[in-house]
């Protein structure tokens, strides 16, 4: 009996130690640099509002924060060392709803989507269908009839990119004909200007210089709400009933402490609110706000059982 009293003893206090032992870190937070791992190359909105968040960080609080690009394997290598990572805060990850929720589902991943805790959602992502200005179809629905008789071919991100089967989703339900479809690592006005494509799969950020000197157009986009930019453009929910939506938020590892995540979420907050970040959302009709963890967590949830129902439709 004393031994094992002894035992609950040492259990005990060592539990307490830790205890004390990650207050102390998260009052501290941060005493060492962070990483921010966007898995994607540099140049797109969550890479461009990332880095505001980063250096948000480093200005309040004097340690310094900054973004390492980690492409490869559709986002799932730079998120695969976000979850094998110290759950400290040191290291967290900028993430698009795929990385959670369809690439686990999948398979694709090495890691479960309980791997890690959600600080917040920023970014509803201004993804759009678009294709060149001199097309003879400026909709889904001039599209379809146009595929009947012409082979028309999609540049997407990669067959386990929410858009890419969301996108072939709308072209099932919609009679729109696919004659082939590739996936590249940037869909810029360079993949339509050269013939690559004759329809991507993109977002805003990446297409800006051909949008705006109107060599390009759009035919829906997979927002919430019409762009701010674009606002005769449908949105995919208006024009087939599909209302799936993207989003990009800030993750960590699991077990790490609430206060390191709320301080890394009010940071977000105020970065999200510079002039920088406002005028973005004015040229490229990003969607940012702030979804709080909790409530972010919810939505995933939701969203992983609306892959799960995606990848069932498409077996």
Known sequence: MKKSASKLVKFVSGAALLSIAVSATAANYPNRPVRFIVPWPPGDLEDVLTRAIAEEMSKQTGVPASVVNKPGGGGVLGATTVAQSRPDGSVIGSFVVDLVTSQVVGGNAPYTADDFEPVGIFLDYPFVLATKADAPYSNLAELANYSKSHDISLGHFGYQALPTALTFKAADQE????????????????????????IINTTTQLILPCL????????TSYTFNRLVTHPDVPTLNEATGIAQTLWNGLFVPKG???????????IAQDALQTPQVIELQETTGAGVYWTNMDDAAKVIELDYANAQKLAQSAQ
């Open 212 to 219: 705006d000197s109107g060599d390009v157009k759009l035919l």
């Open 256 to 266: 790490t402490p609430r206060e390191i995540k709320e301080k890394i979420a009010a």
């Open 175 to 198: 009679g729109i004909k696919i004659a082939a479809d590739s996936a590249f690592d940037a869909l810029d006005c360079a993949t339509l200007a050269n013939g690559d494509a004759d």
